[in-house]
């Protein structure tokens, strides 16, 4: 399995807009999702209300990403880990 490298919360809080790039978290994965954003069926603002940040809580209101594509959708992305 592929190694990837660590990051501190800190650290992804500091990508929170596209000048300095998109992360968010899912679990213990960092994902840069900046390169996402224009092609997020729910807008890219919804993203930039999660950059920087974990996407749990936006997820557990919007519950349509619990399925299997969003999850691979996701991972094409993953940058490292926490
Ligand atoms: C829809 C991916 C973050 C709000 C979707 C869909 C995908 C997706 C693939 C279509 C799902 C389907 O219809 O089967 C992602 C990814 C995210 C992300 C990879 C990671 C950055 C967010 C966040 C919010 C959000 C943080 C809210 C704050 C929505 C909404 C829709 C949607 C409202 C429904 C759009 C519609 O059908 O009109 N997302 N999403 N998403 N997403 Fe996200």
Do not use: C
């Not at 399995?1 to 000048?19: D, K, L, Y």
């Not at 790039?21 to 954003?37: A, I, K």
């Not at 920087?52 to 691979?72: R, S, T």
């Amino acid at each position: 399995t592929a190694s990837f490298p660590r990051f501190t919360r800190e650290e992804v809080g500091r990508h929170h807009n596209e000048a300095n790039r998109v992360w968010v978290t899912y679990g213990n994965e960092v994902f840069d999702v900046t390169d996402f954003l224009e092609l997020h069926p729910g807008g890219k603002s919804k993203i930039l209300l999660a950059a920087g940040g974990a996407l749990e809580p936006f997820w557990a209101l919007y519950a349509m990403h619990k399925q299997d594509h969003v999850q691979e959708i996701l991972q094409e992305y993953k940058i490292g880990e926490l």
